[in-house]
């Protein structure tokens, strides 16, 4: 279980709620990956690259000060918006700064 009981309990919320902070994020990282990638398509690599780590940055700093649970939820979905996203541009950049024989080790060493 790890953590998740004295999440619970700062945030007296029951373990099964607390575990939505985990689904929440993993939903938000699968379906905010297209939608963020879109989102950012008229960009160039590295401003959108940029974008989302700036993003992913002030999610992270709201879980950090959250005082409750609905916050919480909010800044984790803000920033796993921005997870997704970040590794598929990220893995194509990596890619392509390399010659074609390194591409794998390239995106291999992103993660």
């Not at 699968?30 to 690599?45: H, N, Q, S, V, W």
């Not at 996203?85 to 950049?93: D, E, H």
Request: glycine share 10%; net charge positive.
């Amino acid at each position: 279980m790890g953590l998740l009981p004295q999440v619970a309990g700062d945030l007296r919320v029951s373990i099964p709620s607390a575990g939505w902070l985990i689904s929440g994020y993993a939903f938000a990282v699968a379906f905010g990956a297209p939608l963020m990638a879109m989102a950012t398509a008229r960009l160039e690599r590295k401003k959108a690259l940029l974008a989302l780590m700036g993003i992913f940055i002030v999610g992270n700093l709201l879980c950090a000060v959250a005082a409750n649970y609905g916050l919480l939820m909010l800044a984790r979905i803000v920033t796993a918006l921005c997870h997704g996203a970040f590794f598929g541009i990220g893995s194509v950049v990596a890619a392509s700064r390399v010659a074609p024989n390194r591409r794998a080790a390239a995106v291999a060493r992103m993660f």
